[in-house]
């Protein structure tokens, strides 16, 4: 990292933030993919934001899920060091099963430079999620993992039997709380929709806060944080929108022959524009 780094000059601050913002009110924490998508949602005046594995991996053109603990790494480096906002770290689950693996790779990305970092309870196997008692210990090791940092990092709890083929929320509401127990400092959920099951999940963690994924406009910013939500994130709804616009336009060209699709596009001015005049930070940032 660079003398010039947001990394290491602003770690601190933008951890101290990441904080402040978790404590009233409610906020978007957009999900970009690479330093362009960052540098853009920065700038359109979102206070923080977080990595997604899923748009991460396929910006690589592999599966989610399918990226070693040394990619993700590098990649929250990146992400981390060209931004001035905090960022939360999409971490999968620790990539590794056991505690104590759980609590190495979380202690290596505390320092990397962002203000947060999400644990899942999906093991990505035929049973999709955690053990109970492993899943609440994996958690435990992570609180662990970052206090012995003394960074401050904050750690969100994921339960995601929603998106696992576990859609059971007594069960996701047992293990957030157990999470909240084992040291999380924000529970999240993704997959949940209603509104009823939302708000139990806010009442049964409070006063801890609640990240809510939105990946439709089944929900808005407002009706969120009348139910108490403290966070929305939109996961890779992002990244899937971008390649949403992309599949259009190429799929037109190889089966039609037309360009309709990429004469709809942002013009090249304005995409200079919306980047600015270079950046402070120097280099490919």
């Known amino acids: ?15 101290a933030e990441f904080r402040r913002l978790h404590q009233t009110g409610c906020f978007v924490m957009p999900n970009p993919w690479d330093i362009g998508s960052a540098r853009m ?8 934001i977080a990595t997604t594995s899923a748009g991460m991996a396929w910006s690589l053109g592999r599966r989610d899920n399918d990226i070693s603990v040394d990619v993700a790494l590098a990649h929250l480096r990146t992400i ?13 689950d620790g990539f590794a099963p056991d505690p104590d ?11 990397t430079g962002v203000a947060g970092v999400s644990i899942e309870d999906s093991t990505g196997d035929k049973e999709p999620l955690y053990e109970f008692r492993l899943a609440v210990e994996r958690v435990r ?5 970052l206090d012995d940092s003394g960074t401050g990092v904050l750690l969100t709890g994921r339960s995601e039997g929603f998106i696992s083929g576990r859609p059971d929320l007594a069960e996701t509401i047992k293990r957030l709380v157990a999470y909240a127990d084992a040291g999380a400092d924000c529970l999240y959920a993704p ?15 409070a006063p801890k806060p ?3 994924l939105v990946g439709g406009d089944y929900l808005t910013v407002a009706q969120l944080a009348d139910l108490g939500v403290r966070r929305i994130s939109v996961g890779g709804a992002l990244a899937r929108a971008a390649w949403t616009g992309f599949l259009i336009a190429a799929k037109e060209i190889a089966l039609q022959g037309t360009f309709t699709g990429i004469g709809r596009g942002v013009s090249v001015p304005e995409m200079n524009g919306l980047f600015g005049h270079g950046s402070r930070h120097g280099g490919a940032c």
């Open 41 to 48: 949602l920065v700038g359109l005046g979102f206070p923080a």
């Open 80 to 92: 981390a060091g060209c931004v001035d906002v905090p960022v939360n770290a999409d971490f999968e």
């Open 1 to 15: 990292m660079t003398p010039g780094s947001s990394t290491s000059l602003a770690t601190g601050p933008r951890i």
């Open 141 to 145: 090791a992570a609180r662990r993992a």
């Open 191 to 205: 997959g949940v929709r209603a509104p009823s099951d939302i708000a139990e999940i806010v009442n049964a963690v």
């Open 101 to 111: 693996g759980v609590a190495a790779n979380v202690a290596t990305a505390a320092a």
């Open 210 to 212: 609640v990240n809510v």
